[in-house]
């Protein structure tokens, strides 16, 4: 069965301002190289705006009003501004501040209802991974959840066991405290401690995790903690689907935190999921760095087709690496493989 990937233009032609470290392509980025490479097993959807209704299963009608009517207006009241979080340095006002979100939002609703109708098992949306949106106001980059929206738009439609693995440096808070009560729905958080959002503290119980790591945590440490405390867990509540936030900001190379991962530790994680679960949906979220971000996306999504062999790239595809980002030039090692070496995964 293929992989679908869900994309949308409006990832390319939006973006948060010229200084917000969410850079221009992250999205399109990745859609534009998995076509240079080719991806045989890959099928693409194109995804239409959440509907209100949809994003009414999370957030509240007065919020969603505000988000709507800021987008119109390109202003906001100072009061407004303070009770709703947005207008922000870090969640400012742009153009299509609304419709941006609410279709990460919608990939999502297309993402499930693909999976519900069986025709595809696993799904790939990386403009999807808003983790820390609240239901009635904005949070770090994050203004609507999709990822909450998602969940109870799979409970809605009869899934009763869903895990949340979320792989970002920050904690995923919007997620995990909306569902800490849920015991049937199992949220999983690993993320560089005292971070922000600097919540997440350690928690080992029944249907939610939560793993602060030190700085310097590598690929060693991962795969300790994966094969020796964590894959028993997960195989044990036995998922009907597994959403995961593949935040590329606990790489290496990262600006934004101090974690030492390689983008090896993501395929690791995302192929034992593959023996855990049947439907799998994985998502973006942080990355700030443009081209560890790209690397590890599209890694994810070979992982996911089954076609890493494919990760080698051409003159074409490296031509691509060279130019997504003309403010800061690439290192050797960020434009000539898709695979980070060395590979400690591989024995
Ligand atoms: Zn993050």
Not at 94 to 100: A, L, P, T
Not at 312 to 326: A, H, R, S, W
Request: aromatic share 14%; glycine share 6%.
């Amino acid at each position: 069965m293929k992989v679908a990937f869900i994309y949308n233009d409006i990832f390319r032609n939006s973006n948060f301002g010229d200084y917000h470290p969410i850079t221009l392509n992250r999205v399109s980025n990745v859609y534009d190289l998995s076509k240079i490479i080719n991806f045989q097993n890959v099928e693409y959807f194109f995804s239409k705006i959440a509907t209100e209704e949809e994003l009414l299963l999370f957030h509240k009608k007065s919020y969603i009003d505000i988000l709507k009517n800021t987008e119109l207006l390109q202003t906001i009241t100072d009061e407004n501004k303070k009770k709703y979080n947005l207008g922000t340095a870090s969640n400012p006002i742009f153009r299509e501040m609304y419709r941006r979100h609410a279709t990460a939002t919608g990939s999502l609703i297309l993402a499930a209802n693909l999976i519900i109708k069986k025709k595809y098992n696993y799904i790939f949306s990386p403009g999807s991974g808003a983790h820390h949106g609240q239901e009635d106001k904005a949070s770090g980059f994050c203004y609507l959840n999709d990822i909450v929206t998602c969940i109870l738009y799979l409970r809605k439609k009869g899934f009763n066991k869903i895990l949340y693995f979320d792989m970002d440096a920050h904690y995923g808070d919007g997620v995990i405290e909306f569902f800490s009560k849920n015991k049937d729905i199992f949220t999983f958080s690993i993320h560089q401690e005292n971070l922000w959002p600097r919540t997440g503290k350690f928690l080992f119980k029944e249907g939610i995790i939560n793993y602060p790591v030190k700085e310097g945590f590598n690929d060693r440490n991962f795969k300790d903690v994966v094969n020796n405390k964590l894959i028993k867990e997960f195989k044990a509540f036995n998922p009907e689907i597994v959403l995961m936030q593949m935040g590329a900001d606990c790489l290496e190379d990262d600006y934004m935190s101090k974690l030492s991962l390689s983008n090896n530790s993501m395929a690791f994680i995302i192929e034992k999921f593959k023996n855990i679960s049947k439907n799998i949906i994985v998502m973006g979220g942080g990355g700030y760095n443009p081209w560890t971000t790209l690397r590890a996306w599209v890694y994810n999504l070979a992982v996911l087709a089954d076609e890493k062999e494919k990760l080698k790239l051409t003159n074409e595809g490296v031509n691509f690496m060279i130019n997504i980002y003309n403010k800061k030039k690439p290192k050797h090692k960020w434009i000539e493989n898709i695979i980070d070496f060395p590979n400690i995964f591989e024995d």
